[in-house]
């Protein structure tokens, strides 16, 4: 927050704690890049959230991230002069990305819904029973 107020980009950049679910969507939807720098993840919501929304995401390369959508852009940790050149690389090419991620929604839909995962999810206990 710091940096953002010494460089004078608060009219551009937002930081955003906690929110309910429908007041996250309209955020996402209203938004042009989510940036996810997590060290760890499982199966990140908020990426999945926002791959749905067709935004275009930038994201480390951590847990299932890379399995959510192959528009995500993934960027190592620790690493700001990536998430930097990721922001401007996206920026650049806005509505080229938006429009391969909106093409995306229906896939992801698909792969992770509760329709699609709930077998999968069957099959292991089964698994582990045997």
């Given at each position: 927050?710091?940096?953002?107020s010494?460089?004078k980009?608060?009219?551009?950049?937002?930081?955003?704690?906690?929110?309910?679910?429908?007041?996250?969507?309209?955020?996402?939807k209203?938004?042009?890049?989510?940036i996810?720098?997590?060290?760890t993840?499982?199966?990140?919501?908020?990426?999945?959230?926002?791959?749905?929304?067709?935004?275009?995401?930038?994201?480390?390369?951590?847990?299932?991230?890379?399995?959510?959508?192959?528009n995500i852009?993934?960027?190592?940790?620790k690493d700001?002069?990536?998430?930097?050149?990721?922001?401007?690389?996206?920026?650049?090419?806005?509505?080229?990305?938006?429009?391969?991620?909106?093409?995306?929604?229906?896939?992801?839909?698909?792969k992770?819904?509760?329709?699609?995962?709930t077998?999968?999810f069957?099959n292991?206990l089964k698994?582990?029973d045997q």
């Open positions: 927050k710091k940096e953002i010494r460089k980009l608060s009219d551009k950049v937002q930081t955003i704690g906690l929110k309910s679910w429908p007041e996250t969507l309209a955020i996402l209203s938004s042009d890049i989510l996810n720098p997590s060290y993840e499982g199966l990140p919501t908020t990426v999945l959230e926002a791959a749905l929304c067709g935004i275009p995401i930038i994201a480390t390369n951590v847990g299932g991230t890379a399995e959510i959508s192959s852009t993934l960027i190592p940790q700001s002069e990536a998430i930097r050149d990721a922001i401007i690389k996206t920026s650049k090419n806005l509505q080229k990305i938006k429009t391969s991620s909106v093409l995306e929604v229906t896939r992801i839909k698909e992770f819904s509760w329709k699609a995962a077998p999968k069957l292991i698994s582990l």
